[in-house]
């Protein structure tokens, strides 16, 4: 793995990344979900994708861990439904470009895109919106935006409702394993331990949490994309868990029906995360997607 790095990405925003591989490989780019830093991608996750024959890069979004955050307060949980209440309000699209301007900032023309949760929307509106820039696309755990589908189960909604802003980094271990009990894969082992120490780096990386409110904001700003997910001219798949409880699977099946040529696959037991026991179809999974489009490019 290569040092930490910060680099600018345009309007004036600064994005914290690393990667694993060699630099001389084709770019995979993980993208984290909701109020995620980089290292939710686990580190062994991704140095096995770099065996693989890519140069895998993590990156925190704007807004968490160490790439900049914006200036302005967080919307309230109303505000937020609504898309924000602050004219500067941003939306998965200033994400997407952000994605595209780290790409151009390591000197990258294309790359394979990997996302989870709301980075699987951010990687679909960067495939959406920058076609030339993909190679592959994979969402995982991600939806579309539409109205009823894809949405938290109501004790879910619930949960985050009453949540509270932790104080302390004890605060923040202990409430990422109160909602990671609930929304994990419930069909594999609970890793609490691999929970409290994320919970524990996230803290000590950045221990604000106004920038989830914005990023929450961000994704209803940004409304039903699924016409934007039918204009996707690149090969995808679609990875969605049947115990999800934050993304109902809906989420995944709508992504797959709106997105041309894409393929769905179901993984029994995973819930809202990467259990070790899914890892090793998780990632035969994305390496078999990319191989397909390596393959073709070997034969043009």
């Given at each position: 793995m290569s040092d930490e790095r910060v680099s600018p990405v345009g309007r004036g925003?600064?994005?914290?990344?690393?990667?694993?591989?060699?630099?001389?490989?084709?770019?995979?780019?993980?993208?984290?979900?909701?109020?995620?830093?980089?290292?939710?991608?686990p580190a062994d996750l991704a140095?096995?994708?770099?065996?693989?024959?890519?140069?895998?890069?993590?990156?925190d979004n704007r807004d968490v861990g160490r790439s900049t955050h914006m200036d302005y307060p967080p919307p309230n949980?109303?505000?937020?439904?609504?898309?924000?209440?602050?004219?500067?309000?941003?939306?998965?699209?200033?994400?997407?470009?952000?994605?595209?301007?780290?790409?151009?900032?390591?000197?990258?023309?294309?790359?394979?895109?990997?996302?989870?949760?709301?980075?699987?929307?951010?990687?679909?509106?960067?495939?959406?919106?920058?076609p030339g820039r993909v190679r592959t696309l994979t969402s995982i755990m991600s939806t579309t935006g539409a109205r009823r589908i894809g949405r938290p189960a109501p004790s879910t909604w619930l949960?985050?409702?009453?949540?509270?802003?932790?104080?302390?980094?004890?605060?923040?271990?202990?409430?990422?394993?109160?909602?990671?009990?609930?929304?994990?894969?419930?069909g594999y082992p609970f890793d609490e331990a691999a929970v409290r120490e994320k919970a524990g780096i996230a803290w000590d990386r950045d221990p604000s949490a106004a920038g989830l409110a914005r990023q929450?904001?961000?994704?209803?700003?940004?409304g039903d994309r699924t016409s934007e997910l039918t204009a996707i001219d690149v090969p995808t798949l679609v990875i969605h868990g049947d115990r999800d409880r934050m993304v109902n699977p809906t989420g995944g099946a709508a992504t797959a029906r709106a997105i041309p040529g894409a393929r769905l696959h179901t993984i029994t037991g995973m819930g809202h995360d990467l259990p070790v026991g899914a890892w090793t179809r998780i990632l035969d999974l994305i390496t078999e997607h990319i191989a397909r489009i390596d393959t073709v490019e070997k034969n043009v």
């Open positions: 925003i600064d994005l914290c990344h690393d990667a694993f591989g060699d630099p001389a490989d084709p770019a995979l780019v993980l993208i984290a979900g909701l109020g995620q830093q980089k290292h939710t991608w140095a096995t994708l770099a065996t693989r024959g890519r140069r895998v890069i993590r990156f949980p109303v505000a937020i439904l609504r898309g924000g209440s602050h004219p500067r309000q941003y939306h998965l699209g200033d994400m997407a470009r952000d994605t595209v301007g780290l790409l151009d900032a390591l000197g990258y023309a294309d790359a394979d895109l990997v996302g989870i949760s709301m980075g699987g929307m951010i990687a679909q509106t960067v495939a959406a919106h920058f949960k985050m409702a009453t949540a509270r802003p932790p104080r302390s980094r004890a605060e923040a271990v202990e409430n990422a394993v109160g909602m990671f009990r609930h929304i994990g894969s419930h929450l904001a961000g994704i209803f700003a940004s």
